[in-house]
């Protein structure tokens, strides 16, 4: 992810990828004794229409097309409360108000070493801003 040689199709992937890590996070935070007893999940409001993309010039077509599709934002906020009112198994992805299955190589043996090198690599950068992670993350 910190290649700075990284090809256009490469930074088109960094979406889905960021997904895909808050996922591993969320499964990896879940893990801690710390949130024992804690429903720890994410949750995708989905593609919503709201002001936070006012200053990224977008043409009218594909503006319009982006309003027939998308959620508005108290259809996308509806996703955080079911997540939050809603008994849900924890490291689970919620999205249009339903449990949602993350891709399925997420859980397989390679996706799984992956998770762990995500965070193995999470947890050192977060050391190296704050020594108080140490505390709350065991090594």
């Known amino acids: 992810m910190n290649d700075e040689n990284q ?3 490469i930074m088109t992937d960094r979406y889905p990828t960021t ?5 591993y ?5 879940a893990k801690l004794p710390q949130a024992q007893g804690i429903v720890v999940n994410v949750v995708a409001p989905g ?3 709201t002001e936070i993309g006012r200053d990224i010039p977008i043409p009218d077509f594909a503006l319009h097309l982006v309003k027939f599709i998308a959620f508005s934002a108290p259809q996308g906020a509806l996703n955080l409360l079911y997540a939050v009112l809603r008994p849900t198994p924890t490291g689970a992805y919620v999205y249009a108000c339903k449990l949602a299955k993350p891709p399925s ?3 397989t043996k390679d996706g799984l070493k992956v998770q762990a090198k995500v965070w ?3 947890v050192e950068v977060w050391r190296g801003v704050s020594p108080e992670v140490e505390n709350l993350v065991p090594g």
């Open 7 to 9: 090809s256009k199709k």
């Open 19 to 23: 997904k895909i890590f808050n996922l």
């Open 25 to 29: 996070l969320a499964r990896e935070i």
């Open 47 to 49: 593609l919503c229409m």
């Open 105 to 107: 190589w997420t859980e």
């Open 120 to 122: 193995s690599e999470m």
